[in-house]
């Protein structure tokens, strides 16, 4: 895009409008400020990690002889390309996390995302599909190394922690490097429970907090099992695979796993005890795994009762699903007021970052006034993630998407290896969950993507209108993006615009008098003073960013009234108008 930005947004500006200056923000809206949240959490970005693959910082629990004649340790997939996946555990541990706190903090972060840390089985599961290197939901062969195959939710799985390091521990530590950590957290099931030839010890079995089995599925197909006539069936449900042309694939069982019944109060005890348990333990958030497969009234509930003792605690959860509409219902007050990571976003960065869409592809996904969401300023962002191919980007592309990631509305989710390209484009069983290692974390800084990712994600940790603000956009058309993020909240007033450049040439953006007001701007990198009068025309490189900001609230006349309506239809959902 070669045209000047005063050009792009002209549709955006009220005709009449001719004048430019500053409006103090408190006095643009109804008196209660300007910003898009008040979420706390929001403040942190979120490094996101399968705990087993990341590092093995403490070989004695890697249970290497576990299993027996159906083996956990090292269980390679191979692929026709050479690059293999891997089903079995491969030694990450908390240790390994916690010893490498400092290189994810000094990436920009300020929390952590692992898996589930509660029991698995202990051997490799023999019932359900073989895995292949291109299969998905196919789980003969493999293990519990990626933590959701839970069998004890009370207990702590033995991969994980190490002599002097319990999960206590664990968060003392990472709160002590600056970091907080987000549990990943299963309400809809247990461990695959069927399909195998014999029973195998866990596989479909739960046991409470002193050790004693309280459910258990006995090998049985769901259909088969009699939860009035046997306590131990009670657990589950016995509706079995539904698939889609019978209704919906959320009505039953996914894959071969125990589908916890969320109508019987046992299951609703059971879990919220260990949940609870945990966040004592020093979980300071939740991200919520398969939500979309339990009831919202079991989601209400469990969240009623969580921040019932803990107030306000943060909880995002997974509706693998890209139709706004239909995750969004997971966020309204009604169904528990659960945030959830941005599908649709997701679907449109891939389209921006590792295809040949422009940014007005994402403006869609962005919903900023009166849409589906309760507050789009809180869902989880993110490009990829454990369950879908990694993205296919090139290492512009990745500079690209996170430029836009830790400037536009959300809080940052980055899954790991991803600051250097690992396994860029790889699938679940084939490479897209790899043991990343200490030697890569060692030399991660040598990537240009680390680089250029730190540098924008620190920004945004030292940035609060980059975390919080209105988002308050001016052009997403081509290579080129443009907007404001404005934070006008209590003590704390601070403006920040921002210029995306993802094409190779250099971009020269000029806005004028309407789009930005006059006054002494600095450049956010750096510091360097920038004088803004009667407009102003700005460089941008090839696949770089520019932020200027002010530590007042300062918007253009003719920007006035676009802000006011931002401020006002920033909430959406039910009743939205």
């Not at 089985?121 to 003969?140: H, I, Q």
């Given at each position: 895009m070669t045209r000047a930005l005063t050009v792009a947004v002209a549709a955006l500006l009220c005709a009449g409008c001719s004048s430019a200056g500053a409006v103090r923000a408190g006095q643009a809206a109804d008196g209660d400020g300007l910003y898009g949240t008040r979420e706390p959490f929001a403040a942190h970005a979120v490094y996101f990690v399968v705990t087993d693959r990341f590092v093995n910082g403490d070989t004695s629990n890697d249970q290497r002889d576990q299993g027996g004649a159906h083996r956990t340790f090292d269980i390679p997939v191979r692929c026709p390309d050479g690059i293999d996946g891997n089903i079995g555990y491969l030694g990450g541990d908390f240790r390994g996390v916690l010893d490498n706190a400092g290189y994810i903090r000094d990436m920009g972060f300020g929390a952590v995302w692992i898996t589930p840390i509660?029991?698995?089985?202990?051997?490799?599961?023999?019932?359900?599909?073989?895995?292949?290197?291109?299969?998905?939901?196919?789980?003969?062969?493999?293990?519990?190394?990626?933590g959701y195959w839970g069998t004890n939710f009370y207990k702590v799985d033995e991969h994980l922690p190490s002599a002097d390091l319990d999960f206590r521990g664990f968060t003392d530590g990472m709160r002590a490097a600056g970091l907080k950590t987000v549990l990943d957290i299963v309400g809809n099931h247990g461990a695959p429970s069927w399909t195998m030839p014999e029973p195998q010890p866990g596989f479909g079995q739960i046991f409470d907090a002193d050790g004693k089995l309280i459910a258990d599925?006995?090998?049985?197909?769901?259909?088969?099992?009699?939860?009035?006539?046997?306590?131990?069936?009670?657990?589950?449900?016995?509706?079995?695979?539904?698939?889609?042309?019978?209704?919906?694939?959320?009505?039953?069982?996914?894959?071969?796993?125990?589908?916890?019944?969320?109508?019987?109060?046992?299951?609703?005890?059971?879990?919220?005890?260990?949940?609870?348990?945990?966040?004592?333990?020093?979980?300071?958030?939740?991200?919520?795994?398969t939500i979309a497969w339990m009831p919202h009234a079991f989601w209400k509930r469990f969240a009623d009762r969580?921040?019932?003792?803990?107030?306000?605690?943060?909880?995002?959860?997974?509706?693998?699903?890209?139709?706004?509409?239909?995750?969004?219902?997971?966020?309204?007050?009604?169904?528990?007021?659960?945030?959830?990571?941005?599908?649709?976003?997701?679907?449109?960065?891939?389209?921006?970052?590792?295809?040949?869409?422009?940014?007005?592809?994402?403006?869609?996904?962005?919903?900023?006034?009166?849409?589906?969401?309760?507050?789009?300023?809180?869902?989880?962002?993110?490009?990829?993630?454990?369950?879908?191919?990694?993205?296919?980007?090139?290492?512009?592309?990745?500079?690209?998407?996170?430029?836009?990631?830790?400037?536009?509305?959300?809080?940052?989710?980055?899954?790991?290896?991803?600051?250097?390209g690992f396994m860029r484009g790889r699938g679940e069983h084939a490479g897209n969950r790899g043991y990343y290692g200490q030697a890569r974390v060692d030399a991660g800084a040598q990537s240009p993507i680390h680089a250029a990712l730190t540098r924008i994600a620190t920004l945004r940790r030292d940035?609060?209108?980059?975390?919080?603000?209105?988002?308050?956009?001016?052009?997403?058309?081509?290579?080129?993006?443009?907007?404001?993020?404005?934070?006008?909240?209590?003590?704390?007033?601070?403006?920040?615009?921002?210029?995306?450049?993802?094409?190779?040439?250099?971009?020269?953006?000029?806005?004028?008098?309407?789009?930005?007001?006059?006054?002494?701007?600095?450049?956010?990198?750096?510091?360097?003073?920038?004088?803004?009068?009667?407009?102003?025309?700005?460089?941008?490189?090839?696949?770089?960013v520019r932020v200027l900001l002010r530590d007042d609230v300062a918007v253009s006349a003719a920007l006035r009234e676009r802000l006011q309506g931002l401020m006002a239809g920033r909430l959406g959902g039910p009743g939205a108008k």
């Open positions: 509660v029991a698995n089985p202990d051997e490799a599961f023999t019932g359900g599909d073989p895995v292949a290197c291109g299969s998905s939901l196919t789980d003969r062969g493999k293990t519990g190394y990626h599925h006995q090998n049985l197909p769901p259909q088969q099992l009699d939860p009035k006539g046997n306590p131990l069936h009670a657990f589950y449900n016995a509706t079995g695979v539904v698939d889609a042309k019978d209704g919906s694939i959320f009505d039953g069982n996914l894959a071969q796993l125990s589908d916890f019944d969320a109508a019987n109060p046992a299951v609703f005890e059971y879990l919220a005890g260990a949940y609870e348990q945990w966040i004592g333990q020093g979980a300071d958030a939740f991200r919520i795994d969580i921040r019932g003792q803990h107030p306000s605690f943060f909880m995002f959860g997974e509706a693998f699903d890209y139709n706004a509409d239909k995750i969004a219902e997971h966020t309204w007050a009604r169904n528990g007021g659960v945030s959830v990571l941005d599908f649709p976003m997701k679907q449109a960065m891939d389209a921006v970052f590792a295809g040949d869409a422009g940014f007005e592809r994402l403006a869609p996904a962005l919903h900023l006034e009166r849409g589906p969401y309760a507050n789009p300023y809180d869902l989880a962002t993110f490009y990829d993630n454990h369950d879908m191919p990694r993205m296919a980007a090139s290492d512009t592309g990745f500079i690209d998407a996170h430029h836009w990631l830790f400037t536009a509305r959300g809080i940052p989710v980055v899954y790991y290896g991803s600051e250097t940035t609060p209108a980059l975390q919080r603000g209105l988002q308050l956009v001016l052009d997403l058309e081509g290579d080129h993006a443009a907007f404001y993020r404005v934070l006008d909240d209590g003590d704390t007033q601070q403006t920040a615009l921002v210029l995306l450049n993802k094409g190779d040439a250099p971009w020269r953006a000029t806005l004028d008098a309407a789009q930005i007001a006059d006054g002494d701007w600095r450049d956010a990198f750096g510091g360097v003073p920038v004088a803004v009068e009667e407009g102003v025309s700005l460089d941008v490189p090839g696949h770089g």
